[in-house]
């Protein structure tokens, strides 16, 4: 099962930026698709942007405009540039790839804290 580990998160002031990155221990070329998802305390994970194999993006109505995810085969990585973060971005983010049909994985997850 493809292992992966994100990383980029931290602590911004609002209005600040932050890029996260999730790393694959295996080619991500011929994945179907990889995410981005998000859960704050008490709320459920939801989805906040993905790019499918061929490289088209979409993203939750919440991060259009703000957030972009893009990806790099060569280095395994996709990633996740945040900007114009807002204190409601606070939340764990996760890295999820569907692999096939019937293979998925998720990453551990990286807490981005969005405060002044």
């Known amino acids: 099962q493809v292992q992966l580990v994100e990383s980029g998160g931290g602590l911004v002031q609002p209005g600040g930026s932050l890029r996260l990155s999730c790393a694959a221990s295996?080619?991500?070329?011929?994945?179907?698709?990889m995410d981005w998802y998000r859960q704050a305390p008490g709320k459920q994970r939801e989805f906040v942007a993905t790019?499918?194999?061929?490289?088209?993006?979409n993203y939750a109505d919440s991060v259009k405009g703000r957030f972009t995810i893009s990806r790099d085969s060569a280095k395994n990585t996709v990633y996740l540039q945040m900007n114009s973060l807002l204190p409601e971005d606070t939340a764990v983010y996760y890295c999820?790839?569907?692999?096939?049909?019937?293979?998925?994985?998720w990453g551990q997850g990286t807490q981005v804290t969005v405060s002044s």
């Open positions: 295996e080619s991500i070329f011929n994945f179907m698709h």
């Open positions: 999820h790839a569907r692999v096939s049909v019937a293979g998925e994985s």
């Open positions: 790019i499918t194999g061929g490289g088209t993006t």
